[in-house]
């Protein structure tokens, strides 16, 4: 599959600051998303980005299709403890039957 | 959103054994998916079923592993002669709408261990 670019590997904040992780392609997706997951569990939808250039949000969380389609950007405002986990970045296009292609994910770690 | 179920949630299973994981979903969803995540690693796609056959699959997908919806309700993968390397979280994922809105949704997933 297409090699995506997951940075940074892990982040480890202070409760309250804001957290940035992106993802690079050296190919095009049609769609990015961004799941985040809890030890022992499956990866929970966080937000899907289907236009080049769009900009969503979801609560704290704030996501970005690059305009060249080949990177995403996932930031987390004022996190909290809860926001301890692994988020995954993923990319799909509907010419490999919308099979996700997964990044190595960023370990993410809050203190109080 | 609704997800689909996975059982068992833990397998243990002898090396050269068959293994049968299952996908429940909740209601009647035409496209299906197997992931499969080593300990520690990136979740991988296995294979995707649509609308009863093998769609697409990965190079992961070898002659062991096998896919099937015996009763039209269960989703299945079954893994002929398990290796030790077998050993990992399997997650089926259905996806919401192949057109407008193609976004996945993972179950709970099943730890299979091989020893």
């Known amino acids: 599959g297409q090699q995506l670019n997951q940075s940074p590997q892990s982040m480890f904040i202070q409760e309250g600051e804001d957290v940035s992780m992106n993802c690079t392609s050296s190919?095009?997706?049609?769609?990015w998303l961004w799941y985040k997951q809890d030890p022992g569990e499956g990866p929970v939808l966080l937000i899907a980005l289907y236009k080049a250039g769009e900009l969503t949000s979801n609560g704290r969380l704030t996501a970005q299709f690059g305009i060249t389609r080949k990177d995403s950007f996932l930031n987390i405002s004022a996190s909290i403890p809860s926001d301890v986990g692994i988020y995954f970045c993923a990319g799909q296009n509907s010419n490999s039957g919308y099979a996700l292609n997964f990044g190595k994910g960023t370990s993410l770690l809050v203190t109080p | 959103e609704p997800e689909v179920t996975q059982t068992p949630s833990h397998q243990v299973t002898q090396m050269g054994q068959e293994v049968i994981l299952r996908c429940v979903p909740i209601s009647n969803h035409l496209y299906f998916y197997w992931y499969r995540q080593i300990l520690g690693q990136k979740v991988e796609f296995l294979v995707s079923f649509y609308n009863n056959e093998i769609s697409e699959k990965s190079e992961i997908f070898d002659d062991q592993f096998s896919v099937e919806r015996p009763d039209g309700s269960n989703f299945t993968l079954k893994i002929r002669s398990t290796k030790l390397e077998d050993s990992a979280m399997y997650f089926c994922a259905r996806l919401l709408d192949r057109y407008s809105n193609t976004e996945a949704f993972f179950g709970q997933g099943t730890r299979l261990t091989v020893v």
């Open positions: 190919s095009i997706f049609n769609t």
